[in-house]
């Protein structure tokens, strides 16, 4: 799974060829490319064994068995590496399971990580900061897919390289790219079943929690930037707020972003100098972290985007009350 950074680097494994969707079509416009990757992540059931890796040389794995009707999904996601836990995600519902403690987190998610996890078609700026084209073709995990080169048109965000199942659209492949092409991450389907005879109503008893097991609940409420006394005296071109939330008994507030396809959080929290030593910038593959004391405050800028992008949302951060 693991490329060699001079291989990826390249258009990746496959061949060049034809520029047009493989349909008889003329080439589609990005809207169209990514529509078609997010419908069918709501619409195919699948199972799989999924693998991460980074530059900076971590990876992990995951099997997922997906169910969707369309409307409703439901997923279960068994650690391959790491920590032993299992994640059940039933809309915006997720469960997770540590059975070293018998512990169940349950927390709820408006975003269930998709990709590509489009903003409403009247609310998205995609077309204005990203152009694709087709650039060939290949196989991944025994399907045939397109490779579609997703570019930003400018430095506030990085570009993608995406394999997409032939027939269904199906993300089967992703990497994150730098502006050099580098690759900062990738994930792929090292095995999967399409169309698998995997159903929601199993999966949906598997998540009753046993008996004897603790039950850890997220004090996370949803809130506003506005009500919480916080705004950006100018926007981050592209990126709009989808979503707020605190955390109470910690007394964070998360203010998140998104362009359509990058998301960038912004953690808020009263600023401690026994804890918050340094302001500085950090990466892990393709996440970058920011942070910054503002005030009295200290703030921790993270998202797949490069790092002027999380210090331009830093430097616009501002109290208001």
């Given amino acids: 799974m693991l490329l060699a950074a001079s291989q990826a680097s390249a258009a990746g494994p496959g061949k060049l060829a034809d520029?047009?969707?493989?349909?008889?079509?003329?080439?589609r416009t990005v809207g169209e490319w990514l529509a078609r990757m997010h419908d069918a992540s709501r619409q195919r059931n699948y199972i799989g064994t999924f693998v991460v890796s980074s530059s900076n040389g971590s990876m992990s794995s995951a099997r997922i068995w997906h169910a969707c009707d369309g409307v409703r999904q439901v997923e279960r996601i068994e650690a391959l590496s790491g920590e032993r836990r299992s994640t059940f995600r039933r809309d915006e519902e997720v469960l997770t399971f540590f059975p070293e403690t018998k512990t169940v987190r349950s927390e709820r998610r408006e975003a269930l990580g998709l990709f590509p996890e489009?903003?409403?078609?009247?609310?998205?700026?995609?077309?204005?900061?990203?152009?694709?084209?087709?650039?060939?073709?290949?196989?991944?995990?025994?399907?045939d897919a397109d490779i579609?080169?997703?570019?930003?048109?400018?430095?506030?965000?990085?570009g993608y390289r995406i394999w997409s199942e032939k027939k269904s659209g199906l993300v089967v492949k992703l990497q994150t790219v730098d502006?050099?092409?580098?690759?900062?991450?990738?994930?792929?389907?090292?095995?999967?079943?399409?169309?698998?005879?995997?159903?929601?109503?199993?999966?949906?008893?598997?998540?009753?929690?046993?008996?004897?097991?603790?039950?850890?609940?997220?004090?996370?409420?949803?809130?506003?930037?506005?009500?919480?006394?916080?705004?950006?005296?100018?926007?981050?071109?592209?990126?709009?707020?989808?979503?707020?939330?605190?955390?109470?008994?910690?007394?964070?507030?998360?203010?998140?972003?998104?362009?359509?396809?990058?998301?960038?959080?912004?953690?808020?929290?009263?600023?401690?100098?026994?804890?918050?030593?340094?302001?500085?910038?950090?990466?892990?593959?393709?996440?970058?972290?920011?942070?910054?004391?503002?005030?009295?405050?200290?703030?921790?800028?993270?998202?797949?985007?490069?790092?002027?992008?999380?210090?331009?949302?830093?430097?616009?951060?501002?109290?208001?009350?």
Avoid: N
């Fill in 148 to 158: 579609v080169q997703v570019l930003p048109k400018d430095a506030l965000r990085f």
């Fill in 118 to 143: 489009l903003l409403k078609p009247d609310e998205t700026a995609i077309p204005e900061f990203y152009k694709a084209k087709r650039v060939g073709s290949d196989r991944v995990a025994g399907f």
């Fill in 179 to 321: 502006e050099a092409g580098r690759v900062l991450e990738q994930a792929a389907f090292s095995e999967l079943q399409l169309d698998a005879p995997v159903r929601m109503d199993k999966l949906a008893q598997m998540m009753a929690v046993p008996d004897g097991w603790r039950v850890e609940k997220s004090d996370a409420v949803k809130t506003t930037a506005a009500a919480e006394g916080w705004g950006l005296k100018t926007p981050v071109a592209g990126f709009k707020p989808t979503s707020c939330y605190k955390r109470t008994a910690e007394g964070i507030v998360q203010w998140i972003f998104s362009d359509g396809l990058a998301s960038v959080s912004l953690f808020v929290e009263e600023y401690d100098r026994q804890r918050h030593l340094q302001e500085g910038s950090f990466a892990s593959g393709a996440t970058h972290t920011v942070t910054r004391r503002v005030q009295d405050w200290w703030v921790t800028a993270v998202g797949e985007v490069p790092p002027q992008t999380l210090r331009a949302f830093s430097l616009s951060l501002e109290r208001r009350k």
């Fill in 19 to 27: 520029p047009r969707p493989g349909d008889g079509r003329a080439e």
